[in-house]
């Protein structure tokens, strides 16, 4: 963990342009995480939480503002290397896990390491140590459909980290679980994360979740606030 910031946001803006109407969702944003730490947003629903980590993963580019992750501006690459710096510094965990379902737990983690390096047999090594530290060392061979909602947020947890992301972008990761298993994920992720010095930015409507990342902001009116 050192203090240089793997994300600098600077004086981000966000307009939605509809038939109806221009929505301004992000009014200005400008902060920086340093390396290693992890983060928390939440807010209101529809305050623009999701839409900002679009624009942080390159999945949907910024009105005004230049974005910097781990010094690759994100917010004016061309798809085709913005789909590499994807693949190769960041991993993504939603709400909805998004596994493949005709593969197994082991293939599902495999998959993004196979597609940047196409190596099978070091892909296969890296998951299954992964999903050793999920604690799913026995539900490899499982089908998403075999294991539980919790199970599955882990394999989605072992499949983000697979490349050794730069930063994790997680979007409500236990929004559709139980308190109990919602708990699970909470722990093994933050845990995770740690080992493996990735930072972590946390979308969540759970404050006690939110309260345990380092640093907490709160969006508020199109507004980022640290707590
Ligand atoms: N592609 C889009 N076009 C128009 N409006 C959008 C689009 N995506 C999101 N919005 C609007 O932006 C606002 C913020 O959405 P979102 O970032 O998903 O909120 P949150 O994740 O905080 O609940 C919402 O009012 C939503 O309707
Ligand atoms: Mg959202």
Request: glycine share 8%; proline share 4%.
């Amino acid at each position: 963990m050192n203090d240089t910031p793997v994300i600098t946001c600077s004086h981000v803006t966000k307009t939605f342009v509809t038939e109806a109407e221009q929505l301004t969702i992000l009014h200005d944003i400008s902060f920086e995480v340093p390396c290693g730490r992890t983060v928390s947003i939440t807010g209101p629903s529809g305050c623009g939480k999701s839409t900002l980590l679009s624009l942080l993963g390159g999945l949907d580019r910024p009105t005004h503002g230049t974005i910097f992750i781990d010094g690759f501006s994100v917010h004016d690459t061309s798809e085709t290397e913005l789909a590499r710096f994807r693949s190769e510094k960041l991993g993504f965990i939603f709400q909805f896990h998004f596994l493949l379902k005709d593969f197994s737990a082991l293939e599902n983690v495999m998959m993004p390491h196979l597609i940047l390096y196409g190596n099978r047999q070091q892909a296969r090594n890296v998951a299954r140590e992964l999903l050793g530290i999920v604690g799913l060392e026995n539900r490899m061979h499982h089908y998403p459909d075999q294991l539980s909602g919790g199970e599955r947020q882990r394999v989605a947890i072992a499949r983000a980290l697979i490349n050794k992301p730069k930063v994790v972008l997680a979007d409500e990761p236990t929004g559709n679980l139980d308190e109990n298993n919602a708990g699970i994920i909470e722990t093994i992720l933050l845990e995770t994360i740690r080992q493996f010095d990735t930072t972590l930015l946390l979308v969540t409507h759970d404050s006690d979740f939110a309260k345990k990342t380092d640093i907490q902001f709160r969006i508020h009116e199109g507004n980022l606030f640290t707590l």
